[in-house]
């Protein structure tokens, strides 16, 4: 696989892995709706991002290079993790109605703001599934490019979360209807299978 392939393999897994509709980005989305502290909740956001698909790159890759089996497995978990995800939002798409509103909360303090965004990201488990173990098993597949797949994650990253919390005055109204958040759900799911047969083709 060459240089090209490695980072945009990178960036569209990363991409599809933020996408879905979870507490966080439903956060992010609410900061940009009400334009509160847009730039603070982004780059906390992405930077965390960053800091665990760094540790999930460098140190999952270097036991998986002693241990090929974790490779075989972690790959083979990647898949199986993809595909329940995948169906998990395609069932979301077609059963469930997705709201957004922006209430009437009053205006919080950076600080405050700043430990809202930290416990939205740190202490939801799947983060740490996602980005540091998710993210790291696929980026052995790329062998000495492998850092590329990592530098395309953490780009999908700051350009998910930035364009979430800056373009979210504009995506207000439309993410009021349910059947936006339904054609965002489907879009996720068959992108995440896709992604997750991709892994084991070849193995």
């Not at 972690?74 to 939002?89: C, E, K, N, P, T």
């Not at 077609?94 to 430990?115: P, V, Y």
């Not at 993410?175 to 299978?193: D, N, R, S």
Request: with cysteine.
């Amino acid at each position: 696989m060459n240089s090209f392939n490695a980072f945009f393999s990178g960036f569209s897994l990363g991409l599809s892995l933020i996408l879905a509709i979870g507490a966080q980005n439903a956060f992010v989305l609410k900061q940009g709706i009400k334009k509160q502290h847009v730039f603070l909740v982004c780059i906390i956001c992405a930077l965390s991002d960053a800091v665990l698909i760094f540790v999930g790159v460098s140190g999952f890759g270097y036991v998986v290079e002693r241990y090929q089996v974790i490779k075989t497995a972690a790959l083979w978990g990647g898949f199986v993790f993809l595909s329940i995800y995948g169906l998990r939002s395609l069932y979301s798409a077609f059963s469930a109605s997705h709201t957004l509103t922006s209430g009437d909360e009053e205006a919080r303090g950076a600080a405050k703001t700043a430990l809202l965004t930290l416990a939205f990201t740190w202490l939801n488990p799947h983060v740490y599934l996602d980005t540091a173990l998710l993210l790291g098993s696929v980026s052995t597949k790329f062998g000495e490019r492998a850092g590329l797949f990592g530098v395309g994650a953490m780009c999908a990253s700051f350009a998910f979360f930035f364009s979430l919390g800056y373009g979210a005055r504009f995506l207000a109204p439309l993410f009021q209807k349910p059947a936006a958040w339904k054609i965002l759900e489907f879009f996720v799911g068959i992108t995440m299978i896709m992604l997750g047969a991709m892994l084991v083709i070849g193995e």
